[in-house]
């Protein structure tokens, strides 16, 4: 039986008790929507596709770790996807065992690879010859301590203990204890969220071709109509050695002039451009912007050359 489409669900990194369902509980329109724990970036993805579910929350980028590239893929190959906001939540771990464990009984490591990567300091430390398995999410890491005895210890968020009957072994091991993670809403919609004068936009372009310079010529899209950049990335294409992509954050939204107009001038240089939306900012802050470039000057300049072509000026 083809499965009946509920597009009012949330899909989320799962089980209860992630970050990723922290941060889907900032979403208002979410609040008493049924959602949907999944077990992996591809999953909530295919859940908007399939139009199973409305939109799905996934994590982008790490303060310390840097962008998920899992994410940063999706959005680059599955079509038709937006991101319909930005959602900021503080990380910080702690080490959990099954009852009566100490840290000397600690060999093996079920951690998420993102939540792993930024504990290395405390782990080099404290577990120098430790081995790790990657879990699906910082929950199912330690839930997965009562599947099997494969390994002795997880790595999750402070609040598991409301989940799970375990033993707290170490608290804030994270590198950093002001740690946060970015994460988005992502919807199939095309109806692009209202411009508030703090937002983002966000896209995915590639270089033309081989030759020396075109990186910088594609940042002066950008540069030439003063529209800031607050992200950055290169990512593999995947099909030979290096070529890459670019992820690339804007400060401003498509409906402003300079941001427009900055697009515009990257579909003509570059082959290959994914709008993946504009949105607004999670700090809220304005986007300043030199008032050289504000909408009003690119309309007298559209309305000039209009005058122009029709010989009224
Ligand atoms: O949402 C979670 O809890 C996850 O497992 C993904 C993750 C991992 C590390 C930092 C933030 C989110």
Same mark, same amino acid.
């Given at each position: ?81 937006? $991101? ?8 910080? =771990?702690? !080490? #959990?065992? *099954?009852?009566? +464990? @100490?840290? &000397? ?67 804030? $091991? ?8 970015? =994460?988005? !809403? #992502?919807? *199939?919609?095309? +109806? @692009?969220? &209202? ?119």
């Amino acid at each position: 039986m083809p499965e009946t489409p509920q597009p009012e669900t949330y899909s989320y990194l799962g089980p209860a008790g992630t970050f990723t369902e922290v941060a889907l509980s900032q979403v208002a329109a979410a609040a008493g929507k049924p959602w949907r724990s999944v077990n992996n970036v591809g999953e909530a993805l295919d859940d908007v596709v399939s139009g199973r579910s409305a939109a799905a929350m996934i994590a982008i980028e790490n303060s310390v770790e840097g962008g998920v590239s899992a994410t940063q893929d999706a959005l680059a190959s599955i079509p038709h996807l937006r $991101i319909i906001g930005e959602y900021l939540v503080p990380v910080n =771990f702690v !080490l #959990v065992a *099954r009852r009566g +464990t @100490t840290l &000397a009984d600690v060999r093996v490591i079920n951690a998420h690879p993102v939540a792993y990567a930024q504990c290395h300091v405390w782990l080099d430390a404290n577990l120098p010859s430790h081995g790790h398995i990657p879990a699906t999410s910082n929950v199912a890491a330690a839930a997965s301590l009562f599947d099997s005895d494969h390994a002795d210890a997880a790595i999750a968020p402070p609040g598991i203990t409301a989940h799970h009957d375990l033993d707290v072994l170490a608290e804030n $091991i994270g590198d950093n204890p002001n740690a946060v993670t970015r =994460f988005i !809403l #992502v919807s *199939r919609t095309t +109806t @692009t969220p &209202a411009a508030t004068g703090a937002d983002k936009t966000s896209i995915i372009a590639e270089l033309p071709d081989d030759r020396a310079g075109s990186l910088l010529e594609m940042l002066e899209q950008f540069a030439t109509r003063g529209v800031n950049m607050s992200l950055l990335e290169s990512r593999p294409i995947g099909d030979a050695l290096g070529r890459y992509r670019f992820v690339i954050d804007l400060d401003g939204h498509i409906d402003e002039e300079r941001v427009a107009d900055a697009l515009m001038g990257l579909r003509r240089f570059s082959p290959n451009v994914t709008f993946l939306g504009s949105y607004p900012r999670a700090d809220g802050i304005r986007v300043k912007f030199d008032q050289r470039y504000g909408d009003a000057v690119f309309t007298e300049a559209r309305d000039w050359l209009d005058r122009l072509k029709s010989g009224l000026e």
